[in-house]
């Protein structure tokens, strides 16, 4: 039994529609996947849950191209 993040394993999509203009965001992987490019604007806070202090959850990156803003979603892992 491992937890395992739906997303991350293509089991699963998920749709998300950009707050602000009703856009349909793009899925841009793990957050973990991008930590070279984002952890220096990351918090701490951020960071710590994204090091698997939770090991039951996966933060993922959505970004809209109708307003070129991004949003981290957490996804709830599932125990297989
Ligand atoms: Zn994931
Ligand atoms: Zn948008």
Known sequence: MAWVCQICNGMASYVVKCSDCGEQ???RGAIQDYFDDYSPYLSRDITKKADGVEH???????YCVGCASDKRVTINEILM
């Open 56 to 62: 039951n959850r996966c933060v993922h990156l959505f």
């Open 25 to 27: 965001m793009e899925a």
